[in-house]
DNA sequence: GGTGGGTATATAGGTTTCCTATATGACCCG
DNA sequence: CGGGTCATATAGGAAACCTATATACCCACC
């Protein structure tokens, strides 16, 4: 419904030269707001960790993060609670990372604030572009799920 | 045209928790493939100018930084050449911030790599999820301005 | 049953990207 | 022409990553 051209190449230009640098500004404009209880990248682990307990490493694919990233961040997780390390009985070098009660409620707790900010913010938006943007959420999953094959490849 | 429910409440929920997160993973993953010719925020920058020069406070408001970022910003792309200083003539205490001809050079070259990238991800994708993303990035871009205004105010 | 290659995590150390607080200098108004 | 305000610059530091490497465990094979 915009003026935009809508052949794969024009689509795809438009997406590598804009999503990328508003997805960070808008990132910047939310966190901005004092959240500061968790990052945004503490925030997608324990999400990735509300589903089952993973490995270090899996944590590292799934987050496309560094695997010692992965562990400095779920030291200072665990150190606050919100996570717990286990050593896998069957395998002595894995450590199982899962998310701890209190670490599910402080996840509820940022969302929650998140969710409101975005209340807020989206209020100009017309049913049609807010449905738009949730759809693209979900397709970005996909296009993440894309490059992380071809990287392992 | 996805299963997910499109009331409002359901729709902003979904972006608010999934969209910041998967945008920074999306980030790390092209950002790997060792572009290093320009961070994204230095790409956001130029992206900017190439409209018209601004001054430094127009470019932390739109790009949603702090002023001595971009002034640091600034420094580095003009040792760089990429960008030009200049203080305007009727107003002593502005700087005017322009794009130069190498920046130009050096953002097409960037952007055409990012496209290319993105051609080899989005090929799994149909056209109609492509069209989704594309229309989201432009939709974001509204997003922006509406978080932006609400901090003005 | 111990040695060696591969795998999972941890540690060390450094870089990049941002921030806050404050200094500097130019504008403007009484 | 002094005092407040506005635009930029400087100083210093914090956070979120990374690479290279160490450690500890698994497993297969002689």
Redesign the interface.
């Known amino acids: ?2 003026r ?1 051209a ?1 052949t ?1 190449a ?21 966190m ?1 707001s004092g959240d500061r209880e968790l990052s ?2 503490e ?2 682990l324990l ?1 990735t960790l509300l589903d089952r307990p993973r490995r270090i490493t899996e944590l590292a694919a799934t ?3 560094a695997q010692p990233t992965v562990t400095q961040l779920v030291d200072k997780l665990e150190r606050r609670g919100l996570v717990v390390r286990e050593r896998s009985g069957t395998d002595g070098r894995v450590v199982l990372v899962s998310i701890s009660p209190s670490g599910r409620e402080r996840l509820d707790a940022v ?1 929650a604030q ?2 409101a ?9 017309g ?1 049609d ?16 799920e ?3 094959q ?2 392992n490849a």
Chains 1, 2 share one sequence.
Not at 10 to 30: N, Y
Not at 129 to 144: D, F, Q, V
Request: net charge positive; no cysteine; hydrophobic share 45%.
């Open positions: 419904m915009t935009s809508h794969r024009d689509a795809t230009d438009l997406v590598a030269t804009t999503l990328l640098t508003r997805a960070s500004r808008l990132t910047r404009l939310l901005r945004r990248t925030a997608g999400s987050e496309a993060l969302r998140l969710r900010q975005m209340r807020e913010a989206v209020r100009e938006l049913d572009e807010l449905a738009e943007l949730a759809a693209a959420s979900e397709t970005l999953g996909r296009l993440i894309a490059l992380q071809r990287v």
